[in-house]
């Protein structure tokens, strides 16, 4: 084979070890949050999706039932709740215990915060996320919502 030869086939190896790299780079979220941060992200979660290629997947329940959740099904990558049972996924090892304060509801113990589980495949994206939930244009939308931005 001609140097000109293996100089274009390492262009093409080169160019679609590239093309897959930025495929592998997107994740798929699992996400589990209480109901009452629903409306919210359906408001910021398309936006998340649009900047950082990842796709989440939501499913809602209650504060009780989330934390349920999360403490069977290692599947989850981001929990979103009141911070009362995430403090015990906490100590019972199941979230990281670097969480993000969201935002503050009608009462002060209803402080949500999403965390990270410890068994997520996807520890750069769910981190994102989080940083993302923390972030300015987050803000707006629980201001406009009429949460208390923490």
């Not at 949500?112 to 981190?127: D, I, K, N, R, W």
Request: cysteine-free.
């Amino acid at each position: 084979m001609s140097k000109s030869a293996i100089r274009l086939l390492a262009v093409v190896v080169a160019g679609l070890a590239g093309l897959y790299a930025g495929a592998a780079g997107a994740a798929e979220l699992k996400v589990m949050s209480t109901e009452a941060m629903r409306p919210i992200l359906q408001e910021l979660a398309p936006a998340f999706e649009a900047a950082s290629k990842n796709k989440l997947v939501i499913a809602y329940a209650s504060d009780a039932d989330v934390a349920k959740k999360v403490a069977e099904d290692e599947s989850i990558d981001i929990a979103i709740m009141t911070k009362a049972p995430m403090d015990k996924l906490v100590k019972s090892a199941r979230l990281l215990t670097a969480t993000q304060v969201l935002a503050t509801g009608a009462s002060p113990d209803q402080v949500y915060v999403a965390g990270s589980s410890f068994f997520t495949e996807q520890p750069l994206a769910a981190t994102a996320l989080i940083k993302f939930l923390g972030g300015p244009e987050a803000k707006k939308v629980y201001a406009a919502k009429g949460l208390k931005i923490s």
